[in-house]
């Protein structure tokens, strides 16, 4: 009895579980940044607050209070749209690369470091904090490499 094995074989998920991972990963990252949004709106005058305590950008904060939560809702929309998720999934990686750049910043140069966040975030560490957006950003790249390219709206 002779076995041949096939030297060059690689691990592939078919097409339809390539979705469902991607809807799953659509859900988790829609569901983080619809409440996120909607805390941030809820508690505005907390979050403008906060905001304005950020030197650099304390001249502009209210205007990035409120941009914030509506680019949330806008990314959400996204990616609960089947056509759209992929931009979606783009956006909320570029939102969330922004947030992480903004998190090391504060690590960089700040003693005292204002958070603005919600959830059990605000329970997390700096460091913590760091580690849960770069696997987000993990997430929303793996979940654009799964899904189909983007086609004509």
Same mark, same amino acid.
């Given at each position: ?13 078919n ?5 469902w991972?991607?809807? =799953? ?8 940044? #619809? &409440?996120? !949004? $909607?805390?941030?709106?809820i ?10 305590k ?16 509506i680019l ?13 998720h992929?931009? =979606?999934l783009y956006g909320?990686?570029?939102l969330?690369? #922004? &947030?992480? !750049? $903004?998190?090391?910043s ?7 470091l204002?958070c603005?966040?919600?959830l059990i975030?605000?329970?997390?560490s700096w460091e913590?904090?760091?580690w ?22």
């Amino acid at each position: 009895m002779e076995s041949t094995i096939e030297g060059n074989r690689s691990f592939r998920f078919n097409d339809n579980f390539k979705e469902w991972i991607v809807f =799953g990963i659509c859900l988790i990252c829609t569901f983080l940044f #619809l &409440f996120s !949004a $909607y805390e941030k709106i809820i508690d505005h005058s907390r979050f403008a607050k906060g905001l304005s305590k950020v030197s650099i950008i304390s001249s502009y904060a209210n205007l990035i209070a409120w941009a914030i939560p509506i680019l949330e809702i806008l990314i959400s929309l996204l990616l609960i749209i089947p056509k759209t998720h992929r931009w =979606g999934l783009y956006g909320f990686a570029g939102l969330m690369t #922004l &947030f992480t !750049a $903004y998190i090391l910043s504060m690590l960089l140069w700040k003693e005292k470091l204002p958070c603005h966040c919600n959830l059990i975030i605000e329970k997390l560490s700096w460091e913590q904090h760091l580690w849960f957006n770069l696997v987000f950003i993990g997430l929303s790249i793996a979940a654009v490499k799964l899904s189909k390219p983007i086609t004509k709206i």
